[in-house]
């Protein structure tokens, strides 16, 4: 009987790593100019007015989730077959905000007056295209996108859903959406900006149009890391996918998309960071990672929130240079 031998661990001991300040300067490969140029392109893609509302989990059943996009209230609920609706956030009546409704029977029911709006059109009020993919939900605003609606929104593939533990990261910041895309499409800053995160970064020729390719080794504790290569791309204005090409996790994902808010009470922009990371691996033993998918996901998040700590500094500070008249390049 021929004996299984374990796959190898995808973990790898970095020998003689070199210090923070003595890695490969990435400014020259960074250029002001090539970033510009794939958000100019990526801008230039449709949405079919779909924007992220926020993560599925977030909308739960008995309780409206509102949230204002793009200058817009917008109210969203589950009917009684726990399907997304959406709609205006003011009730028609007298105003009042339906993000404090009731849901009851599958209708928003304003704690003014009572009055019941069951889903669709009502009063003067109008239910709002909604899409739900299992791990976001989403909200079309046709006068505020401008653009021909789409059915359904513009997404990349994705893994099997019975096949990974997802977990989605909220949150704002004073910017535009294209402050937080241009963050994205520069992986060049990632090992100096990220040292915790990430070492031994390499940005490899583009991998097709507007995809970079990226050579890079997650940190683990101490000198222990899994080294990957991963994909980034901007299939729209408000969205950048990252994807895990080789290596362990081979076919995870990390979307990370902009929502533009209301502006804030100094009429600043305020742009949300909605990031839905998609993990996978083909190795027998991560059924067990999927059945710990609830102790799991608070780590995953938390690491998301780290990183997006620095990057949102990132983007406001782009934003704040950019306002100002003194953005380089």
């Known amino acids: 009987m021929t004996p299984v031998v374990p796959r190898r661990l995808p973990l790898s001991l970095r020998r003689g790593g070199v210090p923070w300040d003595r890695q490969r300067p990435t400014w020259r490969e960074a250029r002001p100019a090539l970033i510009a140029a794939a958000l100019k392109r990526a801008q ?3 949405t079919g007015n779909w924007y992220v509302l926020g993560a599925s989990a977030a ?26 609706a959406a709609g205006p956030g003011a009730c028609p009546h007298l105003g009042a905000p339906l993000k404090d409704a009731a849901v009851s029977r599958g209708a928003l029911v304003c704690h003014w007056h009572g009055l019941a709006l069951p889903g669709d059109a009502t009063a003067g009020w109008s239910p709002l295209p909604a899409h739900d993919d299992g791990v976001l939900a989403w909200v079309r605003l046709d006068a505020a996108g401008g653009e021909e609606p789409l059915e359904r929104p513009v997404q990349p593939p994705r893994p099997a859903a019975g096949a990974t533990v997802a977990a989605v990261h909220d949150v704002t910041g004073i910017c535009e959406p294209a402050d937080v895309i241009a963050n994205r499409l520069d992986p060049w800053h990632g090992a100096w ?53 080789d290596g362990e996790g ?14 804030d009470h100094r009429g600043r922009p305020r742009t949300a960071v909605i990031e839905a990371v998609l993990a996978t691996s083909d190795r027998p033993g991560f059924a067990v990672a999927r059945a710990a998918a609830p102790l799991l996901r608070p780590l995953m998040r938390a690491a998301a929130a780290r990183l997006w700590r620095d990057d949102l500094a990132y983007a406001e500070r782009r934003w704040a240079l950019r306002e100002a008249g003194r953005f380089p390049g």
């Open 44 to 46: 230039d893609r449709p």
């Open 59 to 84: 909308v739960t059943p008995g309780r409206p989730f509102g949230r204002t996009i793009a200058g817009s209230e917008v109210v969203a609920w589950r009917d009684t077959a726990g399907r997304l």
């Open 250 to 263: 081979r076919g995870s994902v990390v979307e990370t998309h902009a929502t533009p808010l209301a502006s």
């Open 193 to 245: 900006f990220h040292p915790y995160s990430f070492v031994d970064l390499t940005v490899e020729e583009s991998d097709g149009e507007d995809a970079l390719a990226v050579r890079v080794s997650f940190k683990v504790a101490g000198r222990v890391v899994v080294p990957v290569r991963a994909v980034f791309s901007a299939p729209g204005p408000r969205t950048v996918v990252m994807r895990v090409t």
